[in-house]
């Protein structure tokens, strides 16, 4: 499948109709084992947590979507996050973005150090912080873009040269805008990470993680990894990822031109005393987002005027935003990070405003949302 059409992509590669019965959508190849042909020898396939058809076609798409040659699927977000650092060894150091998910900075600041790792948490929007806070040891930058839960948005080429001048590999995190608006590996990024819980799976029915890469050693290297570690997803979790990624380029599209109306929306209340989303012109990386993201996706947060009682008390009035942690479905969902998400940063620099306020913004009708929002301030 030749094009270079994304929504093409997304429904065909990896996707070819089944060669056995015609079936054109890949099958659920629900099994652990397969026959061998004789001692030792097998076609491509002998246990599942190594590989397994439906996981393959996965793969090969979001290889495609992300512009590189390699993909893997994992169990979850945090299991592809947790096998790309057995990349590291005890003694290596992680630059981080300092406005992070929960729970990565749980697992670098909480897990990993036990294990020897070392982390530097650095404002990633200032290039020259960033490269100050890099070392001798330094080996990983890892960037999330937009940030969760402020929407910082990172410099990805930026960062990158920082990287590969000290010898160190650039990962970002892509959760929050996915390959239809935003293609690290393109900007110079050496591995792109995906928890496709999210908008790739897009339905909050499914749990999957997943990285690409266009780097053959890093790929055969994290191939080990998966199979030694075994964070892999089930065959009908990579199916579900697989059914939800067909529509992608229409949700985002459609989560975007939401989330900018909601924005817009916002950023006019007296009630809300800061808008974060980089579709508006107040936006601090405004014209970085113009440039590396095809739209502004559908995620932003604002801090309510009054304070975390006003923020608890807005979250709860709603009646179409469903009080709820994730984000990257079709409905619409609100939470307070400071109790929800990122309760994990609490009492540490990255600790979030408890007045924030967090919106992943579906793809209901604007109307539908602006007046829910409408109703829940007037509550609040």
Known sequence: MNSDQFATR???????????????????????????????????YDYSRTANPTRAALEECLASLEEGK???????????????MFLLKKGDH???????????????????????????????????ATARAVRVNTRMLWIETPTNPLIKVVDIAAIAQIAKKAGAWTVVDNTFVSPYLQKPLTL?????????????????????????TADKEIFERLKFLQNAAGAVPGPLDCWLVLRGI???????????????????????????????????????????????????????SFIARGGAESARRIARA???FTLGE?????????????????????????????????????????DDLRADLEQAFAQS
């Not at 993909?71 to 945090?78: E, K, N, P, T, V």
């Not at 808008?275 to 932003?300: C, D, N, T, W």
């Open 70 to 84: 390699f993909g893997l699927a994992f169990s979850s977000g945090m299991g592809a996050i947790t096998t790309l």
């Open 188 to 212: 110079g990024a050496d591995i792109v990470m995906h928890s496709t819980t999210k908008y790739l799976g897009g339905h909050s029915d499914v749990i999957g993680g997943a990285v690409v």
């Open 246 to 300: 067909k529509t992608l380029a229409l949700r985002m599209e459609r989560h975007s031109e939401n989330a900018l109306t909601i924005a817009q929306m916002l950023e006019k209340n007296f009630a809300v005393e800061r808008v974060f989303y980089p579709g508006l012109k107040s936006h601090p990386q405004y014209e970085i987002a113009r440039r590396q993201m095809g739209a502004s996706g559908g995620m932003l």
């Open 94 to 128: 992680v630059v981080v973005c300092d406005d992070v998910y929960g729970g990565t900075f749980r697992l670098f600041r909480r897990v990993l150090e036990d294990f020897g790792l070392e982390f530097s948490f650095v404002d990633m929007t200032n290039p020259e």
């Open 326 to 366: 994730s984000l990257g479905g079709v409905e619409s969902l609100i939470e307070v990070p400071a109790a929800m998400t990122h309760m994990s940063v609490a009492g540490s620099p990255l600790e979030v405003s408890p007045a924030l306020v967090r919106l992943s913004v579906g793809i209901e009708h604007a």
């Open 10 to 44: 997304a429904i065909h590669v990896g996707q070819a109709p089944d060669a056995a019965t015609g079936a054109v959508v890949v099958p659920i190849y629900q099994t652990s084992t397969y026959a061998q042909s004789d001692v030792g020898e097998h076609k491509g």
């Open 318 to 320: 709603t009646r179409l």
